[in-house]
T-cell receptor
């Protein structure tokens, strides 16, 4: 089945630093990937849709200058949390696929902790 | 806005029993629905999906029922096992019937299976 790899799985860093998270589709090409955020005991909230070769589409309330998305190839999308602060601490999950009424396949998430 | 919600946030069952997890959705334009299983610290794992032109679909030990009249979705797990313990999310294609792939997730149900 479709495999999505996410790296790193866990990041701890100081407030003010920027953190990059990678999302790769390992056995298929993905023109569209999705980035979600999940707080403890809550559901997944879509942050943005990453489009290969073009700008990402952000959901309402998500700061595009805070969460930079790059989708430079058909198998890789990156999310950079710029100048991270403790309130950015969360579980970030990416997915790929989902077009034409097919299921999205998810990575195993990145636990981000900002001190 | 549109949302997908769950009636029961927690469900405890004995090993071997059948489990039923419910989900209510509000977007009448949704035409594709998915159930995901999320184990602690991992990303959602695809279980089963159903399109709006169907009212029932079966997989291995799982069945999804769709009632479009009352906008209700359910997941039935037969002979529940301890390994089924996880959080279960329903998700709907909230792209207004397009093939875009954007999903809206329900709040989640915590399933606990006791040996």
């Amino acid at each position: 089945g479709a495999v999505v790899s996410q790296h790193p799985s866990w990041v701890i860093c100081k407030s003010g630093t920027s953190v990059k998270i990678e999302c790769r589709s390992l056995d298929f090409q993905a023109t569209t990937m999705f980035w979600y955020r999940q707080f403890p005991k809550q559901s997944l909230m879509l942050m943005a849709t990453s489009n290969e070769g073009s700008k990402a589409t952000y959901e309402q309330g998500v700061e595009k200058d805070k969460f930079l998305i790059n989708h430079a190839s058909l198998t890789l999308s990156t999310l950079t949390v710029t100048s991270a602060h403790p309130e950015d601490s969360s579980f970030y999950i990416c997915s790929a696929g989902g077009l034409h009424n097919q299921p999205q396949h998810f990575g195993d998430g990145t636990r981000l902790s900002i001190l | 806005g549109e949302s997908v919600g769950l009636h029961l946030p927690t469900l405890s069952v004995q090993e071997g029993d059948n489990s039923i997890i419910n989900c209510a959705y509000s977007n009448s334009a949704s035409d594709y629905f998915i159930w995901y299983k999320q184990e602690s610290g991992k990303g959602p794992q695809f279980i089963i999906d159903i399109r709006s032109n169907m009212d029932k679909r079966q997989g291995q030990r799982v069945t999804v029922l769709l009632n479009k009249t009352v906008k209700h979705l359910s997941l039935q797990i037969a002979a529940t096992q301890p390994g089924d313990s996880a959080v279960y999310f329903c998700a709907e294609n909230s792209s207004g019937g397009t093939s875009y792939g954007k999903l809206t997730f329900g709040q989640g149900t915590i399933l606990t299976v006791h040996p």
